[in-house]
């Protein structure tokens, strides 16, 4: 077998990683499992990540540089504030519908993290990157059509977020897309009438 460098195997495992507990769960991602995921020796992710919980924190990196490139991509640069804060919900609202598992991932590791001492600081990394992504679209699309902003923009999208996330969570759990239609259409409302 060819040698892989270390630069191109820690990606690999972390894609292995997130494959794995995407369908199996956080529970399921001890290192051996990961390891095998893979086809690797068990003592490569550790010479790689040194601990499991130093992988999971590349695994949720890896998933808020995803999220953050969805947002990034799906944010209208033509459109007026009010059409602009409505694509954006909706083509985030796709990313769940479309990707259940990633978001039933992400909200594993965040439970797993607010135990783990160790990863305070990746969940940490992980909503200050969305919310400060989430308030630079906030921004743009403001200053883009001349909409002056009645509140900080942080505000806005820690407000977006909250309420998406809880969206979001209710899905997971208890899927109704009438309902949940309905619910992002509000929040929409809400968010316009606060912005």
Known sequence: MAHVSAAERRPQLIKAAIDLMTREGVAAGSTRAIAAELGVA???????????????RAVMEQLTQDLVAQARRSAPTDADFGESVTTLAEALWRTVIEQPAS????????????????????????????????????????ERTGHPLTRPAE?????????????????????????ERA?????????????
Do not use: W
């Open 42 to 56: 068990q003592p490569t992710v550790h010479y790689l990540f040194g601990t499991k919980e130093e992988l999971y």
């Open 103 to 142: 978001y039933q991932l992400l909200t594993e590791l965040t439970m797993y993290a607010l135990r783990t001492p160790h990863l305070s600081g990746a969940l940490d990394n992980h909503f200050t990157g969305i919310i400060t992504v989430t308030a630079e679209l906030i921004t743009q699309a403001a």
């Open 155 to 179: 505000t806005t999208a820690r407000f977006f977020l909250a309420t998406f996330d809880g969206l979001t969570t209710q899905h997971l759990s208890a899927p109704d897309e009438a309902a």
């Open 183 to 195: 619910c992002l259409q509000e929040l929409v409302k809400a968010v316009l009438a606060m912005a």
